[in-house]
């Protein structure tokens, strides 16, 4: 019933004339599904994302004063001044209101 520590280290050992490469095949062999998976999962979820935040921060980065925006809350407006990390919007006649940078969703356009 009981196995000795002898025995254990007998069935451990690889036999004489094996090489101790076929561990590493089958970790290789084993590995590559989840490799496979995280190449489709890189070109089909984290390479666009990547590349629609490039596109939204160069829209931010072009931002001037004229332009119509929509806010990520929904709200429409002109920009009236851009700052370093703000910038101003007329949402309405004489209302003006300061809002981050980031909060601009997209831009449709100059002012007619």
């Known amino acids: 019933m009981f196995v000795s520590a002898i025995t254990l280290l007998a069935m451990a050992a690889p036999a004489e ?6 561990g590493v095949q089958s970790f290789i062999a084993t590995m590559m ?3 496979l998976i995280f190449v489709i999962m890189y070109f089909l979820l984290i390479r666009p994302q990547q590349k629609k935040a490039r596109e939204h921060q160069e829209l931010l980065n072009q931002l001037k004063a004229g332009d119509r925006i929509i806010t990520s809350g929904g709200m429409l407006g002109t ?3 851009v700052k370093d990390k703000t910038f101003q919007v007329k949402i309405a006649e004489n209302v003006v209101v300061e ?5 601009v969703a997209t831009v449709i356009g100059k002012e007619d």
């Open 33 to 35: 599904p989840m490799i």
């Open 99 to 103: 809002l981050a940078r980031g909060s």
């Open 79 to 81: 920009v009236m001044s």
């Open 17 to 22: 004339g094996q090489s101790p490469a076929g």
